[in-house]
């Protein structure tokens, strides 16, 4: 069955809230009125990163809050260990999102295992941030109630598609009928968030196109400079 708070995000746009280290919008504040500016715009929860903004979006907005703490960029970094993963739910978090691609994890606890033990502790939602179909199936498996398609590219596992990876989408919502698959990473428009939901995503997450000026303001400066 489709946990409570998940149920209500299906056909609906998620919008990741996140400011790089060194970023001039790097700030929980920030996000947090970037967080109330998109819920005005429609969406159905936002993604947040990081203990603090993670604390101030969830006082902020009413819409459910998918937490990540990113630690480090390289290998598993997303909520790596299950340490990660009880902060982000004690900062506030209502949805947890993890890791879920099938690399060795930083603590040495398989993602089931982090699964479960989450279990023992919270009834939180739990969206495993996949590579493959193969980790989506696994995590799946292990009890994830979200799969998303987030690390699609951001592996070795599959070369980096330069719109969202729609191949692999459609290869995970064919393998898994009646899971919540959620479109994430590299959706720039409308018209992808739309071929995402076209191709079976329960929900489509955007978040650079939507709330990242710096990248944005750079398609254009290129468009503007290209002869
Ligand atoms: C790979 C990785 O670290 N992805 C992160 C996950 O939280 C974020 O940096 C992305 O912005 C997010 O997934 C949304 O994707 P996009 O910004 O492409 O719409």
Redesign the pocket.
Known sequence: MTHPLVAPLRGGLIV?C?A?PGEPMRHPETMAQVAAAVVDGGAVAV?A?GLADVQLVAGRVQVPVIG?W?DG?AGV??TPTLRHSRAVLAAGADIL?LDGTERERPDGLTLAETVRRVREESDAPIMA?CDTVASAVAAAEAGADLI?T??AG?TDARPKTDGPDLDLLAEVVAALPGVAVVA?????TPAQARAAAEAGAFAV????????PSTITGWFDRALRSS
Not at 205 to 212: E, K, S, Y
């Open positions: 990741s996140q790089y993604r990163q990540i990113k960029d970094f997303i999102a941030d998303g987030t690390l951001y994430e990473g590299r959706i720039h997450v955007v978040g650079t196109a939507i709330t990242h």
